[in-house]
Every structure is written in structure tokens, then in C-alpha cells.
């Protein structure tokens, strides 16, 4: 594939495999992939939202995400493919009203308001994505790449009560694409051999890069 500036977004449930896939067409490509740390290195209230409320993590999350996106942003104006494995904060205000997205944040919690604002600051101002491609997959695939991962956020409050964000996901990523001119795909993640899904991501890629 020929090489200009691009800035590929992946966006899907927590654990579908997105930083897994994106990471290995990276290396397929000598692009540049850039993604929050390992839970390993993640920060204790990032980990245990009881120590200081799910504010603080999320706001760490989102400071991670979007350094990436700014990174990738700027790679892009060299000329360069970046890829990001995550356009959460570019999408929230599309979703964070939705039904049963409690397990992300509350409405009753007190910064549910200031969230909901800066939701619609970041989509405003944040810069945008060429491609966008959501990772989809049934639940059964879901729930053997996220529980594979065995991260104790996954457990504690992601799985299995994040399943309907999938649908949230792909009407905040139709939407955003139309708003802002981004390409969309779709992708259906399988749990199973890596370089066959990256292969199958690469060819799906490839009709728009071609």
C-alpha cells in the first residue's frame, strides 16, 4: 500500500481485540500504533474506581487517549500512518445519554453533567479521523477475548453489562462519520488465530486505501 498521511481510528467494546489487531497490521506495515498502557502500569484509582470515584479514572483514561490522538494527529501532517486504538472521546457525546451505559458512569453521579460537557467539547475540538473502523463481534467471541485478557476492571465493571455499547458504538461512529467526512468500516472480530483476523482486517482496509 502506498504510504500518505493518515490517522486510523479503532473503536469497539473494551477487550474485542482492537490494540491486538491494530497493533499487528501496524507491525505489518511499519506504521505507528499508539495506545494507553497495559493495566500493569494503569495507576491504582485507575484500576479501583471505589478509591476516588470513576471521574478520576476516566479522566486518566481520556488524558492516555488523548495524548495518542494528538500524536497520531501530528504524524499524519508528516505524511505518516498513525493508528489509535481508541476514538472514545471523539464519540462519547453520542452515547453517554444512552441506555445502559451505567456501567461507564452514573447519572447520578455528581460530575455526570461535567462529563456529558466535555464529551461535546472533545468531539468539537479533538482532531478527526480519517478512517474509522468499529470491531464488532457476537457475544460469545466478546466474552473469550475479554475474559482472555483477565483484567480485573473487565470483571469488576465492563463485562457482561457493556454488551449493548456495541450498539451505541456503531450509531455514535455512523453519525460522527457523517458529520466530519471520516471513511467507516466494520469489522468482525472472531476469537481465534491473529493473523488470520489481521489479514482479513488488512484486505477490509485495503478497499479504501486502495
Partial sequence: MEKHGLLIAGVGLPGIGKS???????????????????????????????????????????????????????????????????????????????????????????????????????????????IIILFTATFASWEQCILSRKRQLDVERVFPGAFPFQDHLLRAAQLESESSGSRFLIFENQFGSIEHSVKQLDALLATVLS
Fill in 20 to 130: 491486538t489487531l491494530l497493533r499487528a497490521l501496524a507491525e505489518m506495515h511499519g506504521w505507528q500504533r499508539l495506545a494507553e498502557p497495559e493495566e500493569p502500569h494503569w495507576p491504582a484509582s485507575a484500576r479501583d474506581h471505589k478509591l476516588s470515584g470513576v471521574f478520576t479514572a476516566l479522566t486518566w483514561f481520556r488524558a492516555m487517549r488523548v495524548a495518542n490522538l494528538y500524536a497520531a494527529d501530528r504524524l499524519r501532517q508528516q505524511g505518516q500512518i498513525g493508528l489509535i486504538d481508541c476514538y472514545y472521546d471523539k464519540l462519547m457525546t453520542y452515547y453517554i445519554e444512552a441506555p445502559q451505559m451505567e456501567w461507564l458512569i452514573e447519572r447520578s453521579d455528581p460530575y455526570f453533567d461535567l462529563v456529558k460537557h466535555m464529551a461535546l467539547v472533545d468531539n468539537r475540538s479533538l482532531p478527526n479521523a480519517d
